[in-house]
């Protein structure tokens, strides 16, 4: 029987096994899938097809330079925080890093078809595939973020030992060390406190009217609020934007080194921008999380206190 590109791509989707293998299966079984799908998982090629539905929310972020200019974060996902700290895991989100800070993908169908940079005759979703085979989890490339400066340079900051990746696009004439430590400092600062934006040109108008409708109801629904005049409660309203503005735009953030407490990002970057003899700023930021948004199993946040109740 002839062995079509439509019946590789369906057993590959089928099992998560490599292309080659999924061909070499049908042609084995002389294309009947169901026996392809044993003839894999008897040569432990299909071993991820089980593990494919479950969660994977732990795992590590991994950040590479390239050079000053160049700079990739990644996110590779397993199901257990004892995986994240397995050698072979931590070596294989390396390898994904550096794919990502050479890769020229768009997006991340695109990044998973590429030639592993490791083994060129398998692609990056055939490595993922092996991995999960070998460690016994279910795991994931989640996503990936490749920054180049256009003018200036890059800096990075990896947090708890991969649980935050941070990337900062500066902008400047002058790239010395002083520029270099005060971009990583930037980063370490978005580490801790996650910022949304750069500076309050990036809110959009829509964000802030939407904000100012969820404040106003706020202050309609409390008895006492709500009987202010009208002036008082817009001034409300407004000082309040204000402030959530300040926690969410990076230059308008207190600076964590701050000796005094109160200094602002944006003032330390003018400082910084002084000792440089050149306008230093944050043309955008990247920064990864490990399992942001990723909702875990509740069996297993049950599991994790009972364990802590036993302990």
Same mark, same amino acid.
């Given at each position: 029987?002839?062995?079509?590109?439509?019946?590789? @791509?369906?057993?590959?989707?089928?099992?998560?096994?490599? !292309? =080659?293998?999924?061909?070499?299966?049908?042609?084995?079984?002389?294309?009947? =899938?169901?026996?392809?799908?044993?003839?894999?998982?008897?040569?432990?090629?299909?071993?991820? +097809?089980?593990? %494919?539905?479950?969660?994977?929310?732990?795992?590590? $972020?991994?950040?590479?330079?390239?050079?000053?200019?160049?700079?990739? /974060?990644?996110?590779?996902?397993? &199901?257990?925080?004892?995986?994240?700290?397995? #050698?072979?895991?931590?070596?294989?989100?390396?390898?994904?890093?550096?794919?990502?800070?050479?890769?020229?993908?768009?997006? !991340?169908?695109?990044? =998973?078809?590429?030639?592993?940079? +490791?083994?060129?005759?398998?692609?990056?979703?055939?490595?993922?595939?092996?991995?999960?085979?070998?460690?016994?989890?279910?795991?994931?490339?989640?996503?990936?973020?490749?920054?180049?400066? &256009?003018?200036? $340079?890059?800096?990075?900051?990896?947090?708890?030992?991969?649980?935050?990746?941070?990337?900062?696009?500066?902008?400047?004439?002058?790239?010395?060390?002083?520029?270099?430590?005060?971009?990583?400092?930037?980063?370490?600062?978005?580490? %801790?406190?996650?910022?949304?934006? /750069?500076?309050?040109?990036?809110?959009?108008?829509?964000?802030?009217?939407?904000? @100012?409708?969820?404040?106003?109801?706020?202050? =309609?629904?409390?008895?006492?609020?709500?009987?202010?005049?009208?002036? /008082?409660?817009?001034?409300?309203?407004?000082?309040?934007?204000?402030?959530?503005?300040?926690?969410? $735009?990076?230059?308008?953030?207190?600076?964590?080194?701050?000796?005094?407490?109160?200094?602002?990002?944006?003032?330390?970057?003018?400082? /910084?921008?002084?000792?440089?003899? $050149?306008?230093?700023?944050? @043309?955008?930021?990247?920064?990864?999380?490990?399992? #942001?948004?990723? #909702?875990?199993?509740?069996?297993?946040?049950?599991?994790?206190?009972?364990?802590?109740?036993?302990?």
């Amino acid at each position: 029987m002839a062995i079509t590109a439509a019946m590789v @791509k369906e057993l590959r989707e089928m099992t998560g096994a490599g !292309m =080659m293998d999924c061909k070499k299966a049908l042609n084995e079984t002389n294309g009947n =899938m169901e026996e392809a799908v044993e003839f894999l998982r008897k040569n432990g090629q299909a071993k991820a +097809e089980k593990k %494919a539905s479950r969660i994977a929310a732990e795992g590590l $972020c991994a950040v590479v330079m390239k050079d000053e200019k160049t700079a990739a /974060v990644v996110e590779v996902n397993s &199901e257990t925080d004892f995986v994240a700290k397995n #050698e072979t895991f931590q070596e294989f989100v390396k390898a994904v890093a550096n794919q990502a800070v050479n890769s020229s993908s768009a997006d !991340m169908d695109a990044f =998973m078809a590429e030639a592993w940079n +490791e083994d060129s005759s398998k692609t990056v979703n055939d490595a993922l595939v092996e991995k999960v085979a070998v460690i016994g989890e279910n795991l994931k490339i989640r996503r990936f973020e490749k920054v180049a400066a &256009e003018h200036g $340079c890059v800096a990075t900051y990896v947090h708890g030992g991969g649980r935050i990746g941070v990337i900062v696009d500066a902008d400047t004439d002058v790239v010395n060390d002083a520029v270099k430590e005060a971009m990583v400092n930037i980063a370490m600062q978005i580490a %801790a406190l996650n910022p949304k934006y /750069v500076s309050r040109a990036e809110v959009s108008a829509d964000y802030i009217d939407h904000e @100012k409708e969820i404040l106003r109801a706020q202050i =309609m629904n409390d008895p006492k609020e709500s009987q202010k005049p009208e002036k /008082v409660i817009n001034g409300m309203i407004e000082g309040r934007i204000s402030k959530e503005l300040k926690e969410i $735009c990076l230059v308008d953030q207190v600076y964590v080194k701050a000796e005094d407490g109160k200094q602002t990002v944006g003032k330390y970057l003018e400082e /910084v921008s002084k000792a440089a003899g $050149c306008t230093v700023s944050v @043309k955008r930021f990247v920064r990864f999380e490990t399992g #942001e948004g990723i #909702e875990k199993k509740q069996e297993d946040f049950a599991a994790e206190v009972a364990a802590q109740m036993n302990a």
